[in-house]
C-alpha cells in the first residue's frame, strides 16, 4: 500500500515547487523481494509527472538505515533530517528527508 499527497506541511517546508509526497508504504513481508516497494514507487512516480509535479518526496525513520538504502538505491537524495512529534506530543521522532527529481 502507498499514500500519496499534495502536500505535506507538517514535515517539508513550503516551497514553490510542485511535489507529491509518499505517506505509509508498506508491503507484506509475504512479497519480499519482489520489487513490489520498487514498482509502487515507480507508479507514483509516473502519476506525479502526469500531475506536472517536479519532485517526489517522503520522509522516513532516520534510524533505519535499511530503509533508507531502498530509498536512496531507487534513485531519492537525502535532503536533510528533521525531528516531529509523535500523535500523542509524549516524544520526538528523527525523520530522514528525501526527494527525487522526476525528468521533465
Not at 8 to 30: G, K, N
Not at 68 to 80: I, K, L, M, P, T
Request: charged content about 30%; aromatic content about 6%; glycine content about 8%.
Amino acid at each position: 500500500m502507498v499514500t500519496v499527497a499534495d502536500e505535506d506541511d507538517e514535515t517539508w517546508p513550503a516551497d514553490d515547487v510542485p511535489a507529491s509526497y509518499v505517506h505509509r508504504l508498506a508491503v507484506d513481508s509475504t512479497h519480499r523481494g519482489d520489487n513490489l516497494g520498487g514498482r509502487l514507487l515507480s507508479w507514483v512516480e509516473v502519476r506525479a509527472q502526469e500531475a506536472g509535479k517536479q519532485v517526489v518526496r517522503l520522509d522516513c525513520a532516520a534510524d533505519n538505515p535499511g530503509l533508507r538504502r531502498f530509498y536512496e538505491a531507487r534513485g531519492f537524495s537525502h535532503v536533510g533530517d528533521s525531528s516531529v512529534s509523535d500523535p500523542t506530543g509524549a516524544r520526538s521522532l528523527k525523520i530522514s528527508l528525501y526527494e527525487k527529481r522526476l525528468d521533465a
